[in-house]
């Protein structure tokens, strides 16, 4: 049967911007209640003046507390009276330009691993009892970083396959209670995050065109992502790809991925602007 969202109370941490408001609107259109969070109280009580207040409860939460994470969840419960879903989304990239890991400062890889993964491990820990009680549904942004080289962008990318990874192993521990696990895997996504990739950091832009094909570089919209989480969520499938144009890579990527990274390795242009990055040559905006 098709998950049913109305009267289901959904949890939702990176909410205030991207694919975090753009889910939260969606959802919000099928009938769900919404727990809203995100750092900044004023931005999630932003996104809450566009619903009925009645069914919406914003709250500040750095998911790296863990403790915080559990007051939410117990916040949601006063309020609703019980927590359905829980979707870890929040997630953090680089503060400015994007660096290789020789260059990279050791409290930024720290801090990103810190949110990116320990932040969806903090929610999932927090959500469980509820999610488990209620035959719920725990939903983790991942990337296709998971599978793709994460070249200038290691932290994000390791902590994006460590949570699915995480994801992977929930999945198999729930089963026989009702309740399920989904990793959704972004493409490109307008969004602050990808913005370095785009125009934001011209080494970054120009490493992009020159080892992706242009139908694998089209950024898409936090509603395209939206609208594919939530057609996710009604058959609880185990994962969201989206944009669809990523899905072969993500079901070969045992075989590609050896291919791949021999070809980013020996790629001559590709290395140049490495080594322009590393020496702070152009590697600004």
Not at 43 to 49: F, T, Y
Not at 99 to 120: A, N, Q
Not at 184 to 210: C, Q
Not at 218 to 244: D, F, L
């Amino acid at each position: 049967m098709a998950y049913d969202f109305i009267g289901k109370v959904i949890l939702i941490t990176g909410a205030a911007g991207g694919i975090g408001a753009a889910t939260a609107r969606e959802l919000y259109s099928l009938g769900a209640l919404l727990v809203l969070t995100d750092m900044q109280q004023e931005a999630v009580d932003q996104l809450a003046q566009e619903f009925d207040a009645e069914r919406v409860l914003p709250l500040a939460l750095d998911v790296t507390d863990a403790e915080a994470s559990k007051r939410v969840v117990q916040s949601a419960v006063e309020r609703f009276g019980r927590l359905d879903v829980a979707f870890a989304n929040a997630g953090i990239a680089w503060r400015s330009d994007p660096k290789t890991l020789r260059i990279c400062p050791t409290d930024e890889f720290r801090r990103i691993v810190e949110v990116d993964l320990f932040g969806v491990w903090n929610t999932m820990q927090a959500a469980l009892p509820e999610v488990i009680r209620n035959q719920g549904q725990i939903l983790v942004t991942s990337s296709i970083y998971a599978f793709i080289n994460g070249l200038v962008n290691a932290p994000y990318a390791a902590s994006k396959a460590g949570v699915e990874a995480l994801a992977r192993a929930l999945l198999v521990e729930l089963g026989g209670t009702g309740a399920s696990v989904s990793v959704v895997y972004p493409g490109w996504t307008e969004t602050a995050i990808a913005k370095i990739a785009f125009g934001g950091n011209d080494l970054a832009t120009r490493m992009n065109k020159t080892v992706l094909p242009n139908y694998l570089r089209q950024p898409i919209q936090p509603q395209q992502v939206a609208k594919a989480i939530t057609q996710g969520m009604r058959s609880r499938r185990p994962r969201i790809v989206v944009p669809g144009r990523w899905t072969p890579i993500a079901l070969l990527r045992g075989l590609l991925n050896p291919l791949i990274d021999r070809y980013l390795q020996r790629h001559k242009a590709l290395q140049k602007l490495l080594r322009e990055l590393e020496s702070g040559s152009g590697a600004g905006s």
